[in-house]
């Protein structure tokens, strides 16, 4: 990792530089531990992303490249985290599938069911109604 945010020279500009940095801190103090189950931490996951996500709106924001050198220092800092980061460990339940997934299956395994029925019922009720018009024919 390279230096602590706290060692960034200016002032946070707004309350989104603000929170930026308090995240950032948080994340690095907690790459610094001797525990490394936050690499795999979908939770830990989410932070990256809203300190990528937040990084630029940082970036967007300063239209006028005043703190280019500060936001590259920020970048540095969270591709750090983000290349630390393993795939993330799922809970037992999000192992087998989502509800959605399951439920697309279900539907497709319905709609097998349902046109083979649908068939089914096509097929009897042309023979009903060939049988109703020989009925009538023959009388």
């Known amino acids: 990792m390279t230096a602590p945010p706290d060692d960034f020279a200016t002032a946070p500009l707004n309350a989104l530089e603000l929170n930026f940095r308090r995240l950032l801190r948080k994340c ?4 610094k531990g001797e525990e490394t189950s936050w690499k795999a931490n979908p939770v830990f996951h989410a932070y990256v992303e809203t300190l990528q996500d937040n990084l630029s709106d940082l970036v967007n924001a300063d239209s006028a490249g005043l703190r280019t050198p500060l936001l590259e220092d920020y970048r540095k800092h969270v591709n750090a985290l983000a290349k630390a980061l393993q795939p993330p460990e799922l809970p037992a339940y999000c192992k087998h599938g989502t509800a959605l997934e399951r439920l697309s299956h279900r539907k497709a395994a319905a709609a097998t069911v349902g046109a083979s029925r649908g068939s089914e019922l096509r ?8 049988r109703a018009v020989a009925e009538v024919e023959g009388e």
């Not at 690095?28 to 790459?31: C, G, P």
């Not at 097929?123 to 060939?130: G, I, V």
């Open 28 to 31: 690095e103090a907690t790459a």
């Open 123 to 130: 097929s009897a009720t042309a023979a009903s109604s060939a």
